[in-house]
């Protein structure tokens, strides 16, 4: 089990960069894919980013391609989701997860779960 806490969320305007980091514990962490999830309120969790263990492979949510990028540091246990021309609709908890996979983009693919940063970008 690894044990997720995000951090960076806060309040931007449209066009602001964001950087979310998730910091893991266990020494677990570097064989796990992580992945980025989001849900906006009265909305379903939606697919953000993933990336492998190695961080070799990484895959996005169409509505961030080109925006958002997603990094990882094994020697820190810290997974980033770097996000860049943020818009309103990008408003949203970002929740970092971790799943005993190569990679994984599906929801229920992922083990544990971070509590989730709130991003929220004003127009």
């Known amino acids: 089990q690894v044990q997720l806490v995000e951090s960076g969320g806060g309040l931007v305007q449209a066009g602001e960069s964001l950087r979310l980091s998730c910091v893991g514990s266990?020494?677990?962490?570097?064989?796990?894919?992580m992945g980025w999830f989001r849900q906006a309120p009265g909305k379903e969790r939606e697919f953000v980013a993933a990336?492998?263990?190695?961080?070799?492979?990484?895959y996005y949510g169409d509505s961030v391609k080109g925006r958002f990028t997603i990094s990882r540091d094994n020697a820190k246990n810290t997974v980033y989701l770097q996000m860049n021309s943020l818009k309103p609709e990008d408003t949203a908890v970002y929740s970092c997860a971790a799943a005993a996979w190569a990679i994984a983009t599906i929801e229920t693919e992922y083990d544990d779960w971070g509590q989730g940063t709130q991003v929220t970008v004003s127009s």
């Open positions: 990336i492998s263990w190695s961080g070799g492979t990484t």
């Open positions: 266990g020494r677990s962490f570097s064989n796990r894919a």
